[in-house]
Nanobody
Framework: QVQLVESGGGLVQAGGSLRLSCVAS????????MGWYRQGPGKQREFVAR???????NYADSVKGRFTIFRDNGKNTVYLQMSNLKAEDTAVYYC?????????WGQGTQVTVSS
């Protein structure tokens, strides 16, 4: 069983920055593909970014150049550094761990960007 706990969300003005954190319990973190997803008001959950155990990264086109995902295996933590935030980035952000074909999800953290 893996538990994921996100933090770092909040209210920020457009153009500002936030850093989200996700701490994972258990011993599989370093072997897991870690990702961030988000669900905006009235929208479906969508992919934001992912990082492999080898630290290869992928991003949604909408966040490329503004968001950075990175991980600290020693702390079982994955981060999402968000810069130049836009109103359309407003969403609940969810941490995801993929290991052995099983998806694990956190409870989500709200990010609200005021224009």
């Amino acid at each position: 069983q893996v538990q994921l706990v996100e933090s770092g969300g909040g209210l920020v003005q457009a153009g500002g920055s936030l850093r989200l954190s996700c701490v994972a319990s258990g011993s599989i973190f370093s072997l897991s593909i870690m990702g961030w997803y988000r669900q905006g008001p009235g929208k479906q959950r969508e992919f934001v970014a992912r990082i492999t155990p080898g630290r290869n990264t992928n991003y949604a086109d909408s966040v490329k150049g503004r968001f950075t995902i990175f991980r600290d295996n020693g702390k079982n933590t994955v981060y999402l550094q968000m810069s130049n935030l836009k109103a359309e980035d407003t969403a609940v952000y969810y941490c995801n761990a993929l290991n052995g074909g099983i998806d694990y999800w956190g409870q989500g953290t709200q990010v609200t960007v005021s224009s």
